[in-house]
């Protein structure tokens, strides 16, 4: 089984936010995009008043930080993770936000009723599922009629590749997870959704601290070529590509906003 897909693999990669918080850290140290890509998703959110939403693959809560005029919309909203870790950090995160619910739950087999949501959200995580069919399959079952499924992911020619480039002298794969992304997903999507929309966010990284990137790096379990290389060989090849002290490094994100359709 691929590794980014396996289940004891993604529980040590997520099993507490050490990884993730490094991953998001480049991202907002660096994007040339200020609107922030937590900010941008979240716009997208068309709640209807009073409604009821399931976020699948909360991480650490993060991206509901300030949303209180969101959250305020809804008359549940229930955050959940595969990983017991990840929920307990997205507790601590917010905190302040007395009127969130908080649940371990596997995509694969959603323990709530046919027809309980308004939207359900699943937000760079659709590419880590076992048995992706079976995940949609639920999050479609568990919508209400014409309800709202969001799910944001990365393409396939963004930073990995990238990154991957760089490193052309050397036998080095960067383990891109194309389970679901930019370029595949309303095909995944379309058996299970009606009227999917695609949108992109336009960004890319201007990296000044290249020691920042080695670690993100090496937070990823997908780029275990680049992982089993010293630190110090990944740190001179990212900083001979550095033009003028920055190093900038293409971005390639979006989102899929879908239906669930009506009987």
């Not at 969101?70 to 595969?82: A, E, G, K, Q, V």
């Not at 995944?188 to 920042?212: G, H, W």
Request: glycine share 8%; hydrophobic share 35%.
């Amino acid at each position: 089984m691929n590794q980014l897909v396996n289940s004891s693999v993604l529980a040590k990669q997520y099993g507490t936010s050490e990884k993730l918080n490094t991953r998001i850290s480049i991202h907002s140290k660096y994007s040339t995009n200020k609107q922030g890509f937590g900010s941008w998703i979240s716009s997208h959110y068309q709640f209807p008043e009073n409604a009821s939403v399931l976020e699948l693959g909360c991480g650490t809560g993060d991206m509901w930080k300030g949303q209180g005029e969101l959250i305020s919309r809804c008359s549940r909203l229930i955050l959940s993770d595969f990983s017991e870790g990840m929920l307990e950090q997205a507790k601590e995160t917010l905190r302040d936000e007395t009127a969130i619910e908080y649940r371990v739950i596997d995509i694969q087999d959603i323990p709530y009723p046919d027809h309980t949501f308004d939207a359900v959200i699943a937000n760079m995580m659709l590419y880590h599922v076992p048995d992706l069919p079976k995940g949609l399959r639920e999050v479609s079952r568990v919508l209400k009629e014409g309800g709202t499924f969001f799910c944001a992911t990365f393409g396939e020619h963004g930073m990995m590749e990238y990154i991957g480039s760089l490193f052309s002298n050397r036998p080095v794969e960067t383990g891109v997870n194309a389970a679901f992304t930019l370029q595949n997903g309303q095909e995944k999507l379309s058996p299970f959704f009606a009227d999917i929309r695609q949108d992109l966010y336009e960004d890319s990284l201007a990296v000044t601290n290249v020691e920042d990137m080695v670690d993100y790096i090496y937070s990823l379990s997908g780029m275990s070529d680049l992982r089993s290389l010293p630190r110090e060989t990944v740190r001179s090849v990212l900083t001979a590509h550095m033009t003028d002290g920055v190093l900038r490094v293409p971005k390639e994100y979006g989102m899929f906003i879908a239906q669930s359709p009506k009987e």
